[in-house]
């Protein structure tokens, strides 16, 4: 079993062009001949690695809504944003090839019909109706996540992007909590 964010943290310092099959072999723990066998090319342990990433990523924010209380809406929601984007923003922001990794990673799903993100989306969008905090949960939802992406590209760090998605979250559903 190869890890696949070894590979990620190498790309978001190094880049696809510099990182070679010899460089990512070594911080996966496995030969580069394993490499070879199993992917071939090294974008296509790039397209592995991003892919492996947002899967986990997107399953770690469902496991917040998941384990909601019932009486915390409202702050499972901001939880599983922190985990979906907050998490992240340092290593986009400060790593020399972090922008690199996110388009990559757009560019690598918006190929697909079905994406990691669609789970994650699919997810909230049950958890909002289900709590009854709109009355148009598939649009909050699609609010919710576009919001999430722009605050994530125009945030410095993790603490910028939760008072920024708290204010979102707080202005979309804020008042279906206090009434």
Known sequence: MINHMPVVELLSHYGIQKATMGNLAEAVGCTRQTLYNRFKTKDRVRDWALLEFMREVNETAIAVLDNAPADAALDAILEAFERWGGDHVAMVRSSPHGVD???????????????????????????????????????????????????????????????????????????????
């Open 101 to 179: 990794i996110l388009e990559g990673g757009m560019q690598l799903i918006a190929s697909k019909t079905e994406t990691p993100i669609d789970r994650f989306e699919q997810r909230l969008e049950k958890f909002i109706g289900s709590r009854h905090l709109s009355p148009t949960p598939a649009e909050t939802t699609m609010v919710l996540v576009m919001a999430a992406k722009g605050v994530f590209v125009s945030c410095a760090d993790a603490k910028d992007y939760s008072k920024k998605m708290e204010a979102v979250v707080k202005a979309l559903l804020g008042a279906v909590q206090s009434a």
